[in-house]
């Protein structure tokens, strides 16, 4: 079989169909089906289920999107900005209190957030990285006993005092950021 097929919900499909050209087959997913990780063990039994059907799974050593997306623009690093208590309600220590409690009921070492918006919301920073949303390009790794926020740009005097203020380590980290 020799066939391109990109699965993609309903958010892309009408994108799709006007950017790729007629040798890719595109594939609606069904909209309460969720598209998941799967285990190496369930892999490797998709991949002997194939070979019967001589299909085989090719895994790509680069990421494809880096390989053709040669104009990408640079991560923004705007400056990002305390949203003050008053207005978030809570204070940062009382949400990452929180968090901690519910990843020690799960028994869960650490938690990785890549959503702008809860990182947002849970340490009381806002920025304007995306337009028109007042989120900022970062990762947050919560752990029982620490919590690191990686960034690609530095921060303001005002923004390290807070974060330090709060038991905050912030991360400059190329690492976690692709290069542009």
């Not at 890719?24 to 039994?45: G, P, R, Y």
């Not at 623009?73 to 940062?92: C, M, R, T, V």
């Not at 337009?131 to 947050?140: H, L």
Request: charged share 20%; with cysteine; net charge neutral.
């Amino acid at each position: 079989m020799n066939e391109a097929v990109l699965w993609t919900d309903s958010r892309y499909y009408l994108q799709a169909k006007k950017q790729l050209c007629s040798k890719w087959t595109i594939t609606q997913t069904a909209k309460k089906k969720v598209i998941e990780l799967i285990t190496i063990f369930i892999f490797n039994i998709l991949i002997f289920c194939l070979a019967s059907s001589k299909i085989e799974l090719v895994p790509l050593i680069k990421n494809l999107v880096d390989e053709l997306w040669f104009d990408r623009p640079q991560y923004p690093a705007l400056p990002i900005f305390i949203h003050d208590e008053k207005y978030a309600g809570e204070s940062l220590m009382s949400k990452v209190t929180r968090v901690r409690e519910n990843i020690t009921q799960l028994n869960v070492d650490a938690l990785v957030i890549t959503a702008l918006d809860e990182i947002a919301w849970l340490l009381n920073l806002r920025g304007s990285d995306i337009p028109f949303t007042p989120v900022f390009i970062s990762y947050v790794l919560l752990t029982k006993n620490a919590t690191s926020l990686y960034l690609k740009q530095e921060v303001t005097h005002e923004i390290k005092d807070y974060l330090q203020r709060n038991n905050i380590q912030y991360v400059i980290s190329s690492a976690v950021f692709p290069v542009t």
